[in-house]
T-cell receptor, first 112, second 110 residues
Framework: ETGVTQSPTHLIKTRGQQVTLRCSSQ?????VSWYQQALGQGPQFIFQ???????GRGNFPPRFSGLQFPNYSSELNVNALELDDSALYLC???????????FGPGTRLTVL | RKEVEQDPGPFNVPEGATVAFNCTYS??????FFWYRQDCRKEPKLLMS???SGNEDGRFTAQLNRASQYISLLIRDSKLSDSATYLC???????????FGAGTTVTVRA
């Protein structure tokens, strides 16, 4: 069984740029959730994708967007990067919205 | 008001000690409750689910008080390997999301 993987592991961008983060869900999982974790804080829910549709969204502006592909892998896109976007971005996969979520190792984004 | 609030600690305890801490949640519609463990610069991992009747998993005991909207975690006979940040997590089905507290840091010293 392959666990959740994310790429890249680290990324440095400058303000105003755009970034795409990727997540491969665990084998057999059809749901992917994205979280932002700032230093010293708990993860904050960004959105969830279930069978390629957005299934719920947290308090994040529209410049945070995502996709889920037919193989259930997912992308998180962030436009017009701001300094406060610097964080660890975590992806979690599950079988449906109500089952245990398994987290990937995260992508650490630094915005300068 | 934050959805989930935790005492950040740190709790600094000797090996073999018992340590306990709580978290409170604001949404009375919350349906499922969990404790996750997060090691430094790693992803969160599920430690245990929390059931209304309270539950134990080895040295770990979790309690849920729905009336007062708090959850607790107790660690007995602490090991050095228990040093981590413990995240209190609440699931609200209408929102399809997990809401995390900021975490309680536990350091077990030899």
């Amino acid at each position: 069984e392959t666990g959740v993987t994310q790429s890249p592991t680290h990324l440095i961008k400058t303000r105003g740029q755009q970034v795409t983060l990727r997540c491969s869900s665990q084998s057999g999982h059809n749901t992917v959730s994205w979280y932002q974790q700032a230093l010293g804080q708990g993860p904050q829910f960004i959105f969830q994708y279930y069978r390629e549709e957005e299934n719920g969204r947290g308090n994040f502006p529209p410049r945070f967007s995502g996709l889920q592909f037919p193989n259930y892998s997912s992308e998180l896109n962030v436009n017009a990067l701001e300094l406060d976007d610097s964080a660890l971005y975590l992806c979690a996969s599950s079988l449906g919205s109500y089952n245990e979520q398994f987290f990937g190792p995260g992508t650490r984004l630094t915005v300068l | 008001r934050k959805e989930v609030e935790q005492d950040p600690g740190p709790f600094n305890v000797p090996e073999g000690a018992t340590v306990a801490f709580n978290c409170t949640y604001s949404n009375s519609a919350s349906q499922s409750f969990f404790w996750y463990r997060q090691d430094c610069r790693k992803e969160p991992k599920l430690l245990m689910s929390v059931y209304s009747s309270g539950n134990e998993d080895g040295r770990f005991t979790a309690q849920l008080n729905r009336a007062s909207q708090y959850i607790s975690l107790l660690i007995r006979d602490s090991k050095l390997s228990d040093s981590a940040t413990y995240l209190c997590v609440v699931f609200v089905s209408n929102d399809y999301k997990l809401s995390f507290g900021a975490g309680t840091t536990v350091t077990v010293r030899a």
